[in-house]
């Protein structure tokens, strides 16, 4: 089994650390020399904020709606993803960085421990620690874990861990989900 680990809305998550005033609120952080957005708080992505956009074309959403504004950070976002990734990386004998915010988790040897008691515990773990929420997906290979990873960060139920287990599982994720969004598929080969 894989487990796909995924701070959500990382960039603005750590501003929020260190400004807990902004939890809540909408939050973007631009590019270099404040550009594009390069992150979305979820309250950003409501107000139709997209992914990408050049600021000047926002200025008025963001004057109207109170979107806060932050320049990129990059040494505060590497130090917190350090601190995610230390945290992460006492749960499992293994895993792989694959981002900044995001770990793909070697679950062998796994297989007599609840997985979701796990998941629970290890994002509970990481958002005490640091500060961070993050989202845990659980299945057999690393592009369900991709998907799974999804349904735990879009669905407040799952408590931030989504397992597909069971090919019943597998199935009703996969009918569920846009396939233009599946990690190794993408737009490109819809």
């Avoid at 904020?49 to 963001?62: D, T």
Wanted: net charge positive; aromatic share 10%; hydrophobic share 35%.
């Amino acid at each position: 089994m894989y487990g796909l680990f995924d701070c959500n809305n990382f960039y603005a998550s750590c501003e929020r650390v260190f400004n807990p005033s902004l939890i809540g609120k909408p939050i973007v952080v631009l590019s270099n020399n404040d550009g594009c957005v390069i992150a979305r708080s979820n309250e950003a992505k409501a107000l139709g904020v997209p992914m990408g956009e050049p600021a000047y074309k926002l200025k008025e959403l963001i004057e109207t709606q109170k979107i806060k504004v932050f320049s990129s950070n990059y040494t505060l976002y590497g130090d917190m993803s350090h601190r995610v990734m230390t945290t992460v990386a006492s749960f499992v004998p293994e895993m792989e960085i694959y981002s900044i915010d995001e770990a793909f988790l070697h679950l062998n040897g796994f297989e007599q421990i609840d997985l979701k008691q796990f998941g629970e515990k290890l994002v509970n773990t990481t958002k005490r620690n640091t500060g961070i929420p993050v989202s845990l997906g659980i299945a057999s290979t690393k592009t369900l874990a991709k998907v799974a990873n999804k349904f735990a960060k879009k669905y407040p139920n799952y408590k931030s861990v989504c397992i597909i287990d069971s090919e019943e599982k597998r199935e009703k994720a996969l009918k569920l989900f846009d396939i233009s969004d599946v990690w190794g598929i993408g737009r490109r080969y819809t």
